[in-house]
Each structure stands twice: as structure tokens, then as C-alpha cells.
């Protein structure tokens, strides 16, 4: 059994600054790939950013600059700071983490629960 928890949403104003955290836990063999994706009412699922486990990143085009992706290999966690916050930001936030479970030789695709980031202008 593998578990992705999130944390760190909430709301903020316009400008203003949050950091999403998300662990892995349960029988992890290694994670490949960790991201985060964003989905607003009405609109499907994006890409916000992600971290490979050579700590190669990639942000979509609407966050660069603002928001930064980073992770902590040995607590298999990854975060992400999110710096100038505007309202188009707001979304349920998830994690989602590419990992294989000991003793398997493939991984899988496991995704958090969601949390929300409301952004006020």
C-alpha cells in the first residue's frame, strides 16, 4: 500500500505566498517522478510542475518565476512554494508521484486526496 498526503492549502490574497507539502508513505521501492497538477472548477486537470528524482524540473508556462517545485528524496516528500499569488491560481492542488512498491519491478501512478488554494483579489 502506497499513500500520498498533502498539505498546506488554504487561502490567501492576491500577491501573497503558500507551500503545498506532500509525503509518500507505505512499502516504496524508489519514486520516479513526483508532481503537482492543479484542477479549477469547469476545467480539466494541468500540469503545474514536477521534479524527476535527478531533481529535474518542469513548470508550466503560468507558473514559472512564481512558483518553485523542490523534493526530499529521503522523507519522499515534495513541495511546492507558490509566490504571487493571483486569483487564476485558485484550484484543488494534487500530488501525484510515480512510484514503484518494493519488491515490483514497474511503477505506478498514485495521486494525494486534493487541496484547496483560493486565492482573493
Known amino acids: 500500500q502506497v499513500h500520498l498526503v498533502e498539505s498546506g492549502g488554504g487561502a490567501v490574497q492576491s500577491g501573497g505566498s503558500l507551500r503545498l507539502s506532500c509525503a509518500a508513505s507505505g512499502n516504496i521501492g524508489g519514486i520516479h517522478l513526483m508532481g503537482w497538477y492543479r484542477q479549477a472548477p469547469g476545467k480539466q486537470r494541468e500540469l503545474v510542475a514536477d521534479?524527476?528524482?535527478?531533481?529535474?524540473?518542469n513548470y508550466a508556462d503560468s507558473v514559472k518565476g512564481r512558483f518553485t517545485i523542490s523534493r526530499d528524496s529521503g522523507e519522499n516528500t515534495v513541495y511546492l512554494q507558490m509566490n504571487s499569488l493571483k486569483p487564476e491560481d485558485s484550484a484543488v492542488y494534487y500530488c501525484?508521484?510515480?512510484?514503484?512498491?518494493?519488491?515490483?519491478?514497474?511503477?505506478?501512478?498514485?495521486w494525494g486526496q486534493g487541496t484547496q488554494v483560493t486565492v482573493s483579489s
Open positions: 521534479i524527476s528524482m535527478w531533481s529535474s524540473t
Open positions: 501525484k508521484a510515480d512510484i514503484r512498491v518494493q519488491f515490483t519491478l514497474f511503477s505506478n501512478e498514485y
